[in-house]
């Protein structure tokens, strides 16, 4: 890469000065497909920053997501670039998925020239000519398009809007004339600020902190429930802290690394899919203080009625909306900054002493014991390996450093949050509010550019199907990543619907019904991976555990059963008239002995 330079006062080429002023920002990685519509942004960028080019713009937009999300260690930061037309359109589902999960991603996209920019009703004037900021105003928290040469003040504060306290995508067109244009900077070194300061009064923020946390320690049986608003850069200071407090911490999905699971308060990720000990003593507490969470249908259940149904819920968000919208009901709205919070409640809290917080956190310590998290009641035939002691398995040769992406949907990524045991160190990235198949390779790819460590990516065979074109830019990069396929030969979670709701009239989700997948070996042997697949009865055996501390790409088949259970989970009832009902958190499918019952469901009815 070029030496950093300065162009204050000199003509230059505008996209030159826009890639100087990304690094000015802390941009040093870019992924991108390479196009017509962005040539100069292609050559002034492989000039001044690490270029990465992918097969598929939604690899790119993925790729930049996780990278952002993933590593403690780096401030870097990562854009992507995509050309005018199909390179937009196609990375529309990372930025929804981004979107949704609050999370930072510029995306510069190239436009044609502003001469050739249509007008009124014409569908197209200019040679793959999309609207791209009418597309992509729904999946951004700004948008800008750039027909001129901009200043530095009207271009990076959009830029910076997608790292505000609520993050999200922001979307910058550019037309091709822009791009190539000469460019005076009048201004380039002063300094825009990319402060976005909490304009309620501080005072009243603390006044509702301390008397929340008043509320709070009136409770018998409290939760803390901390969510991916939580920065990972402020748990380091938080750890200790969070492991000493009296109470039960839990954490969402998107909140699974913020503590570690040999903690002794730590009590699991409740979830529509979560974990059934963890689900259980939630929904017997008297208040929960959720903190940077939104508190989705995933965190509270389809049955949001019944969430929390004998105590008190404090919910603290940077989102006024999130705590304005009708489910579920709140006793404590909070809009304030989820790290802010936590300190504060945190330091509050710690050296509180109460007994009936002590004999709560005993009962907790025990319904976690009773309650396994590879339950009996999942069948596993022989000749294939149960994916729940396959987490247990991983989760003991895990270490600091190491980086685990989940894919973002199907049974590889609900299996992992009900049986992954976090440590300290170790990075979970996944991505759910969108839960687009495909995710976890570009995930995987973009952790792998920023981390020191190892990047284990799983999922399922027919996700990782829909995005596979990208295992060459794992190849030629020789990324240091551990792929784990759960061949079980078709959509899992989706013949687990068919199966439950329509009698097993299985369509479209294995190959018997249609969907065809790949020869895994031969697949990856193509690209000059190495594979094995994994020995159903010894599946960390000592070959595999030297191939995951080897440098490099290596992948691994695991032979799942295509009629494999997966359970716990929450049922729901098809009625008459096509509605559904279905059951709270803590009635999980199958149900619990009638002992087994009395002794884990104490506070609840």
């Given at each position: 890469?070029?030496?950093?330079?300065?162009?204050?006062?000199?003509?230059?080429?505008?996209?030159?000065?826009?890639?100087?002023?990304?690094?000015?920002?802390?941009?040093?990685?870019?992924?991108?497909?390479?196009?017509?519509?962005?040539?100069?942004?292609?050559?002034?960028?492989?000039?001044?920053?690490k270029?990465?080019?992918?097969?598929?713009?939604?690899?790119?937009?993925?790729?930049?997501?996780?990278?952002?999300?993933?590593?403690?260690?780096?401030?870097?930061?990562?854009?992507?670039?995509?050309?005018?037309?199909?390179?937009?359109?196609?990375?529309?589902?990372?930025m929804?998925?981004?979107?949704?999960e609050?999370?930072?991603?510029?995306?510069?996209?190239?436009?044609?020239?502003?001469?050739?920019?249509?007008?009124?009703d014409?569908?197209?004037?200019?040679?793959?000519?999309?609207?791209?900021?009418?597309?992509?105003?729904?999946?951004?928290?700004?948008?800008?398009?750039?027909?001129?040469?901009?200043?530095?003040?009207?271009?990076?504060?959009?830029?910076?809007?997608?790292?505000?306290?609520?993050?999200?995508?922001?979307?910058?067109?550019?037309?091709?004339?822009?791009?190539?244009?000469?460019?005076?900077?009048?201004?380039g070194?002063?300094?825009?600020n990319?402060?976005?300061?909490?304009?309620?009064?501080?005072?009243?923020?603390?006044?509702?902190?301390?008397?929340?946390?008043?509320?709070?320690?009136?409770?018998?049986?409290?939760?803390l429930?901390?969510?991916?608003?939580?920065?990972?850069?402020?748990?380091?200071?938080?750890?200790?802290?969070?492991?000493?407090?009296?109470?039960?911490?839990?954490?969402?999905?998107?909140?699974?690394?913020?503590?570690?699971?040999?903690?002794?308060?730590?009590?699991?990720?409740?979830?529509?899919?979560?974990?059934?000990?963890?689900?259980?003593?939630?929904?017997?507490?008297?208040?929960?203080?959720?903190?940077?969470?939104?508190?989705?249908?995933?965190?509270?259940?389809?049955?949001?009625?019944?969430?929390?149904?004998?105590?008190?819920?404090?919910?603290?968000?940077i989102?006024?909306?999130?705590?304005?919208?009708?489910?579920?009901?709140?006793?404590?709205?909070?809009?304030?900054?989820?790290?802010?919070?936590?300190?504060?409640?945190?330091?509050?809290?710690?050296?509180?002493?109460?007994?009936?917080?002590?004999?709560?956190?005993?009962?907790?310590?025990?319904?976690?014991?009773?309650?396994?998290?590879?339950?009996?009641?999942?069948?596993?035939k022989?000749?294939?390996?149960?994916?729940?002691?396959?987490?247990?398995?991983?989760?003991?040769?895990?270490?600091?450093?190491?980086?685990?992406?989940?894919?973002?949907?199907?049974?590889?990524?609900?299996?992992?949050?009900?049986?992954?045991?976090?440590k300290?160190?170790v990075?979970?990235?996944?991505?759910?509010?969108?839960?687009?198949?495909?995710?976890?390779?570009?995930?995987?790819?973009?952790?792998?550019?920023?981390?020191?460590?190892?990047?284990?990516?799983?999922?399922?065979?027919?996700?990782?199907?829909?995005?596979?074109?990208?295992?060459?830019?794992?190849?030629?990069?020789?990324?240091?990543?551990?792929?784990?396929?759960?061949?079980?030969?078709?959509?899992?979670?989706?013949?687990?619907?068919?199966?439950?709701y329509?009698?097993?009239?299985?369509?479209?989700?294995?190959?018997?019904?249609?969907?065809?997948?790949?020869?895994?070996?031969?697949?990856?042997?193509?690209?000059?991976?190495p594979?094995?697949?994994?020995?159903?009865?010894?599946?960390?055996?000592?070959?595999?555990?030297?191939?995951?501390?080897?440098?490099?790409?290596?992948?691994?088949?695991?032979?799942?059963?295509?009629?494999?259970?997966?359970?716990?989970?929450?049922?729901?009832?098809?009625?008459?008239d096509g509605?559904?009902?279905?059951?709270?958190?803590?009635?999980?499918?199958?149900?619990?002995?009638?002992?087994?019952?009395?002794?884990?469901?104490?506070?609840?009815?």
């Amino acid at each position: 890469m070029g030496s950093c330079y300065k162009f204050v006062g000199s003509k230059v080429k505008y996209s030159d000065q826009f890639i100087f002023w990304l690094k000015e920002l802390g941009y040093t990685h870019c992924f991108f497909v390479a196009g017509g519509n962005i040539m100069h942004l292609v050559e002034s960028a492989s000039k001044h920053m690490k270029c990465v080019p992918v097969v598929h713009e939604v690899t790119a937009g993925i790729a930049v997501e996780y990278f952002n999300e993933s590593n403690l260690n780096s401030d870097n930061k990562a854009f992507a670039l995509v050309t005018a037309g199909p390179g937009l359109t196609n990375i529309l589902t990372a930025m929804a998925g981004a979107y949704l999960e609050s999370r930072e991603l510029l995306v510069v996209g190239g436009q044609v020239k502003s001469t050739d920019l249509k007008q009124g009703d014409l569908r197209q004037l200019g040679i793959q000519e999309v609207d791209g900021i009418s597309v992509a105003k729904n999946f951004a928290v700004d948008v800008l398009r750039i027909e001129k040469p901009l200043a530095k003040s009207e271009v990076i504060p959009k830029v910076v809007r997608g790292s505000t306290p609520r993050k999200g995508p922001v979307f910058i067109e550019f037309c091709l004339d822009a791009q190539g244009a000469e460019f005076t900077d009048t201004n380039g070194t002063n300094p825009v600020n990319n402060e976005f300061p909490d304009n309620r009064e501080s005072t009243q923020i603390k006044t509702q902190i301390e008397g929340l946390t008043s509320e709070f320690k009136k409770s018998k049986r409290p939760v803390l429930l901390i969510g991916g608003g939580v920065d990972r850069s402020k748990i380091p200071n938080l750890n200790e802290l969070l492991k000493s407090l009296p109470l039960p911490v839990m954490t969402t999905w998107n909140g699974a690394d913020r503590i570690s699971a040999d903690s002794k308060n730590y009590m699991g990720r409740p979830n529509t899919w979560g974990q059934r000990y963890s689900n259980i003593l939630l929904q017997q507490s008297d208040f929960v203080i959720a903190i940077g969470t939104r508190l989705g249908l995933q965190q509270t259940g389809f049955n949001w009625q019944e969430f929390v149904p004998n105590g008190k819920i404090a919910h603290i968000d940077i989102d006024e909306q999130e705590l304005r919208k009708p489910n579920p009901k709140v006793d404590f709205p909070v809009c304030c900054d989820a790290n802010t919070f936590l300190s504060e409640l945190t330091s509050s809290i710690a050296e509180f002493k109460k007994i009936e917080w002590k004999s709560w956190l005993d009962f907790c310590e025990e319904v976690k014991k009773l309650l396994p998290l590879s339950e009996k009641s999942n069948e596993t035939k022989k000749n294939f390996i149960n994916p729940y002691d396959f987490y247990l398995q991983l989760s003991k040769f895990l270490k600091a450093g190491d980086t685990v992406i989940p894919s973002s949907s199907g049974a590889a990524e609900t299996v992992a949050m009900q049986a992954l045991e976090q440590k300290n160190g170790v990075t979970v990235v996944t991505s759910k509010g969108l839960a687009s198949m495909g995710y976890g390779l570009g995930g995987a790819i973009g952790s792998a550019f920023k981390s020191n460590g190892r990047v284990f990516h799983l999922e399922g065979d027919g996700g990782f199907a829909q995005n596979l074109q990208d295992l060459g830019t794992v190849a030629i990069n020789n990324l240091n990543m551990k792929i784990f396929i759960f061949s079980n030969g078709g959509y899992a979670s989706i013949k687990m619907t068919q199966k439950s709701y329509f009698d097993g009239h299985y369509v479209g989700c294995d190959e018997k019904t249609g969907l065809g997948l790949p020869k895994w070996e031969k697949l990856f042997k193509s690209f000059d991976i190495p594979v094995m697949t994994m020995d159903p009865i010894n599946p960390f055996n000592d070959e595999v555990l030297n191939r995951i501390n080897l440098i490099g790409p290596q992948a691994f088949i695991v032979p799942v059963d295509s009629e494999q259970t997966y359970f716990p989970k929450i049922t729901s009832q098809l009625r008459d008239d096509g509605s559904i009902v279905s059951n709270p958190l803590h009635n999980m499918t199958p149900e619990l002995s009638i002992n087994l019952k009395s002794l884990v469901l104490k506070f609840i009815s």
